[in-house]
């Protein structure tokens, strides 16, 4: 199953549409919203100690590479390869990722 990224969820939430696929915790304290929404039908996915830890090494190669990302992305992606779960978004920064680690992004 795949993962959604934020700005999906409010898109989704603002036109009123199901989200029939995973959420990270990380999205949850992004936009609360989405816990109360009669629409979601995935999951949370919990943040685990792993993922901190995958949080600070994929900083550490974005930082050699020039192009450092804040937190809450770095958790997601983490959470994302740590579960070997597709990544849907707009971000592109999740690009910068994707390339020094093995998160599989899908664009829309």
Same mark, same amino acid.
Request: proline share 3%; hydrophobic share 45%; charged share 30%.
């Given at each position: ?14 036109r ?33 100690? =792993?993922?901190?830890?995958?949080? !600070? @090494?994929?900083?550490?190669?974005? *930082? +050699? ?25 707009? =971000?592109?920064?999740?690009?910068d !990722? @994707?390339?020094?680690?093995?998160l *599989? +992004?899908?664009?829309?």
């Open positions: 199953m795949s993962v959604i990224d934020t700005n999906i969820v409010i898109e989704r939430v603002k009123g549409q199901e989200i029939t696929e995973n959420v990270t915790e990380v999205s949850i304290a992004e936009f609360p919203p989405v816990m109360d929404y009669k629409k979601f039908y995935g999951k949370v996915l919990i943040i685990e100690r =792993d993922d901190v830890l995958m949080a !600070i @090494e994929l900083q550490k190669r974005l *930082r +050699v590479v020039g192009r450092p990302k804040c937190f809450a992305d770095l958790l997601i992606a983490s959470i994302c390869i740590n579960r070997n779960e597709e990544l849907v978004t707009k =971000d592109v920064d999740f690009l !990722i @994707e390339k020094i680690s093995n *599989r +992004v899908r664009m829309v």
